[in-house]
């Protein structure tokens, strides 16, 4: 028996994780499968998860129901995002190989949420960025311009842009997964 197996001793609370198990682990493996693209990584995600659940089903159960399926799917989400992060994951089966499962993903008003939370996330990062950075990122990525119009636009020298594009890049990153792990995700 696992060490914190031991502390978590209680029926009520090993049916609580049963429920939560039944009711919410096909959409959390849709999710880790949404952003690992991968079954086998999307299941060892999910079982890591689900024993981080288990660990600290004190501080889960004190989540409030209405709140709950948000607060899985977020976690599950952070999960996957920090495999990616450290290259712990292979890319190798599409979510398009489970059609069955597309329908629940777009119509499911969390996954919606999720996205929506993302972006703002993201436009949040984008924003820390300096103007320079910034609007680097936006000509190339947003406007498609080449090199030499970014280095017209932004008023820098051509040989200088793919430079300033990385930092931009990293900087962009960097934020994102900061405000990622700092700000509570669903209010």
Known sequence: MLPFLEVIDDIDTRNYFNLLYKEYHQIMFVCAMKILKNQHDAEDALQQVLLRLWKYMDNVQKVSPTKMRSYLLITTKNHCLTLLKKGNSNTIVSIDEFPEL??????DPEIITIKNYDNRVLLDALNMLHPRYRQIILDKTVLHLNDEQTAEHIGIKTTYVRECLSRARSSLRKNYLEL??????IQ
């Open 102 to 107: 597309e329908p629940m993903i777009e119509n």
């Open 180 to 185: 990622l792990s700092s700000k509570h995700p």
